[in-house]
């Protein structure tokens, strides 16, 4: 059975990069701490925690992908050119997110117990993405990063949003098999 994603059409396709419309989605997230590696494993474990039961109706809701990372800016930062992270270190903190399956509403999904775990609605929205397969490291992740950001200048593609991490497989997948993405916002 395959494991849902959200739901997106590809409005252009330069391989490997994609500009995409996606439908509205509901996320579950958290704010951490730490390196990209730290930060995304601690804020899978506590997501991973709310949709394994740990809900006010101990109702355990299905997996979806990708996980998402991106680096928190602080309030007063103006946000510039930048990933699924943005790679400039910002006193180490992250929101790690996932995607609700599409069958839940704001009205229907399971309220978290843990405090540190939000639910946020986010509108349709476009994103100009790279896709790369491999084990992945902040170097890697700011080298795609920027990739992606020169890709958007030459579409002349407007930044509206810090870059995500997208990671949609388990850690036990082989290398060559692994897909990751750099999702970046577009302005309309």
């Given at each position: 059975m395959a494991t849902e994603e959200p739901q997106?059409?590809?409005?252009?396709?330069?391989?490997?990069?994609?500009?995409?419309?996606?439908?509205?989605?509901?996320?579950?997230?958290?704010?951490?701490?730490?390196?990209?590696?730290?930060?995304?494993?601690?804020?899978?474990?506590?997501?991973?925690?709310?949709?394994?039961?740990?809900?006010?109706?101990?109702?355990?809701?299905?997996?979806?992908?990708?996980?998402?990372?991106?680096?928190?800016?602080?309030?007063?930062?103006?946000?510039?050119?930048?990933?699924?992270?943005?790679?400039?270190?910002?006193?180490?903190?992250?929101?790690?997110?996932?995607?609700?399956?599409?069958?839940y509403t704001m009205e229907n999904l399971p309220k978290p117990l843990n405090s540190k775990v939000q639910i946020r609605q986010i509108p349709a929205v476009k994103r100009a993405v790279i896709s790369f397969s491999g084990f992945y490291n902040a170097n890697k992740v700011a080298e795609r990063t920027l990739e992606l950001e020169e890709w958007m200048k030459t579409k002349n593609l407007q930044v509206a949003s810090a870059p995500k991490f997208a990671r949609y497989n388990p850690p036990w997948t082989l290398p060559f098999m692994r897909r990751n993405e750099i999702m970046i916002d577009v302005r309309d």
């Amino acid at each position: 059975m395959a494991t849902e994603e959200p739901q997106f059409t590809v409005l252009e396709k330069t391989p490997p990069f994609e500009l995409r419309s996606y439908a509205p989605m509901i996320l579950a997230e958290v704010k951490v701490e730490g390196d990209l590696e730290e930060a995304s494993g601690q804020g899978f474990r506590l997501i991973a925690a709310y949709i394994f039961g740990q809900n006010q109706v101990s109702e355990k809701i299905a997996m979806t992908t990708p996980v998402a990372i991106e680096e928190q800016a602080p309030k007063s930062a103006k946000i510039a050119m930048t990933s699924p992270v943005s790679i400039e270190s910002n006193a180490g903190q992250w929101i790690v997110s996932f995607v609700m399956p599409a069958q839940y509403t704001m009205e229907n999904l399971p309220k978290p117990l843990n405090s540190k775990v939000q639910i946020r609605q986010i509108p349709a929205v476009k994103r100009a993405v790279i896709s790369f397969s491999g084990f992945y490291n902040a170097n890697k992740v700011a080298e795609r990063t920027l990739e992606l950001e020169e890709w958007m200048k030459t579409k002349n593609l407007q930044v509206a949003s810090a870059p995500k991490f997208a990671r949609y497989n388990p850690p036990w997948t082989l290398p060559f098999m692994r897909r990751n993405e750099i999702m970046i916002d577009v302005r309309d």
